[in-house]
């Protein structure tokens, strides 16, 4: 497995994202996930599954202190004080004293973001969170929260695929030290219909699946976190590590495409 390097930590370039995982689904799948040799999970506190993925990891065969735990505030509770309050009840949801990464979910434009951040780099002052990042932020959103954060921004986790690959974005990550943590690596399943990620795949005895994460991965700076169920999947997600994409395949797979992303986004809200 490789890591991105975060502050003082190495974080798993392949994390196990939850979104719409609930109940006894995100519980089997975390520990499944687990169990295979994940060792970084993102969950949020939208998603509704925290005290599942908690339960997860407090039963599986892994130190708590060996798994980088993400989740991410909801956008409502941005004002400081249930900002706050909000990450004491997701601590306890996730059965655990702190979570690895603190991240704001979306940009709020009615939110103060100045004490929203002073709000998150106290509770790194507390122990209670490790890191902070942001979710969903423009790069001028992100330069802002850069500017004005009393602690460093760890990451920004966005949509990024073959389809949407942010260069610009990435770009700005990569000169200010800032992770890339890809959400829909996979574009919700559209890589898997794609004739050249099938082409490559092929050469290198891999899916289209893991060509597109290979692909986002090799990206300096960048971790991605797929979302999968089956056990099949999860080990394919994984099982990307063990070959490299030369400079003209890295440049035809990137191919901006806003039907494509349109697609995407429509799949991600049809499930």
Not at 11 to 16: F, R, S, T, W
Not at 63 to 76: E, N, Q, S
Request: with cysteine.
């Amino acid at each position: 497995m490789e890591h991105v390097p975060v502050g003082d930590d190495d974080v798993p370039a392949i994390g196990l994202g939850t979104w719409k995982l609930t109940g006894q689904t995100a519980y089997g799948t975390l520990k499944t996930a687990l169990s295979l040799g994940y060792r970084h999970v993102d969950t949020a506190q939208a998603y509704e599954n925290e005290r599942h993925v908690g339960n997860a990891i407090a039963d599986g065969d892994v130190d708590r202190d060996d798994v980088f735990l993400t989740t991410k505030v909801r956008p409502d509770r941005y004002e400081p004080g249930d900002l706050a309050a909000s990450v004491r009840e997701s601590l306890d949801r996730l059965d655990t004293d702190y979570v690895d990464l603190l991240l704001l979910h979306w940009p709020n434009p009615l939110s103060d973001l100045d004490a929203t951040l002073r709000a998150m780099a106290d509770l790194v002052d507390d122990g209670a969170v490790s890191h902070v990042g942001v979710s969903n932020f423009s790069r001028r959103q992100l330069e802002k929260a850069i500017a004005r954060s009393p602690v460093p921004i760890a990451t920004n986790q966005v949509q990024f695929h073959p389809f949407k690959p942010q260069r610009e974005l990435l770009r700005f990550c990569q000169d200010n030290d800032v992770m890339l943590t890809a959400y829909s690596p996979l574009a919700h399943g559209a890589v898997l219909d794609d004739d050249l990620l099938w082409a490559i795949g092929r050469q290198y005895d891999k899916t289209p699946a893991q060509v597109a994460l290979r692909w986002a991965t090799q990206h300096r700076g960048v971790c991605a976190v797929p979302k999968s169920q089956s056990r099949e999947h999860l080990a394919q997600n994984l099982d990307v590590f063990d070959f490299a994409l030369d400079a003209d395949e890295m440049e035809r797979i990137a191919r901006p495409s806003g039907l494509k992303t349109a697609e995407t986004m429509l799949r991600g809200m049809l499930g």
